[in-house]
């Protein structure tokens, strides 16, 4: 009873998991990215299909080897994907570095106009208006802790 309790667990950690990552490959435009810098489909499996394979076995708990070479089941050849992964025609490098580039702009429209300059470690609390209005330069920074520490004392 355990057993098809955990086995029913896993496949909605599976689904979950599977949908996340087919939505991180929708909103980051992942196929479209990687069909710019050369990743494209000389036979055999689309180049998406193989990307979000190869994405998606570390969060199954998976390697190449058991997820595709061993597994009879799959749908993709082991020679496609080494040879997928082996190719010198594709831009490896620059299509990482522009998802990396697309995500942390993600990440940091995110966060960086929501962040509360009174909350960050690095500018003191201050009631003064004035010095909330400062630009977040190394001096004004300086010139903001000087004049709360004499404000204070």
């Not at 993709?76 to 702009?105: M, N, P």
Request: proline residues 5%; charged residues 15%.
């Amino acid at each position: 009873m355990k057993s098809n309790a955990i086995r029913y667990i896993q496949q909605g950690n599976t689904a979950m998991a599977t949908s996340k990552i087919a939505l991180f490959f929708k909103q980051f435009n992942v196929v479209r990215l990687a069909g710019r810098y050369g990743i494209s489909k000389t036979k055999g499996v689309s180049p998406g299909t193989l990307l979000m394979t190869l994405v998606s076995l570390p969060f199954f708990g998976q390697n190449i080897f058991r997820a595709v070479v061993s597994n009879p089941r799959c749908g993709i050849g082991k020679d496609a994907v080494y040879d997928f992964l082996a190719s010198s025609h594709f831009s490896w490098r620059r299509f990482l570095l522009q998802l990396a580039i697309k995500a942390i702009a993600m990440l940091d429209s995110l966060t960086n106009k929501t962040v509360n300059p009174c909350l960050s470690s690095t500018t003191p609390p201050s009631s003064d208006p004035e010095l909330r209005r400062s630009n977040s330069s190394p001096e004004s920074m300086t010139t903001a802790r000087i004049v709360s520490s004499k404000a204070s004392a």
